[in-house]
């Protein structure tokens, strides 16, 4: 990596990271999401974004979904669903053996888009609970436990859910499913 794209890297970081501020202001008042129409596909891009080095440092690979000949246009908090994405992304990626790919799926439809994230790792230590307002366990030296409960709220806020559950041959499926047209109220 040349020193400009380094900086441009860190630009975007920066970037990023202010408007995940703002956005963690709104989560700490009662969370109110701001939606416009975006596309899932820059979501998600937005969201690997900041962990490539983390992908790097551990030879994990990203498995995108298939986005040819699908819309996926929607209208939602894109910055809201980016920091959850971004929480369960990094959870996949810590959770995840050297070299593993972690596979992401999507399904649409005319009401709905569907995010599956599906991980190698151990699986889940612990069922996470959407009704839990405190911090969730943490297996991590430096965790906060904060990334399962954070998602779980965003997922709320947009009118969809989020589930977890046992992958068939070993890890983590993760499965957010989430309204095309998320109406204020
Ligand atoms: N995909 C996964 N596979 C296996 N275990 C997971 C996965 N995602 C989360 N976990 C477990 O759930 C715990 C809680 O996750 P959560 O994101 O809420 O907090 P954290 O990752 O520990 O801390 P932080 O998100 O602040 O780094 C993790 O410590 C880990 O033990
Ligand atoms: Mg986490």
Known sequence: MDTREALQDIIN???RLERWTGALL???HPL???PATARLQQIVAGALMPLQQKLRERSVQIEQPQWNGHDDSMSTDEHLLEQALYNLLLNAIEASPPNATIEMRAEFSSEAVTLLIADRGPGMPFTPDPRS????????RFG???G???SFKVCEALDG???FSARAGGGSLIRLHLP???FAH
Not at 133 to 140: A, L, Q, R
């Open 26 to 28: 709104a989560y700490l």
């Open 13 to 15: 970081t920066v970037d």
């Open 148 to 150: 399962i409960p954070f």
């Open 133 to 140: 307002i405190s911090p969730g366990p943490t297996t991590k």
């Open 161 to 163: 859910d989020l589930n």
């Open 180 to 182: 095309r047209h998320y």
């Open 144 to 146: 906060t436990g904060l």
């Open 32 to 34: 109110k999401p701001n």
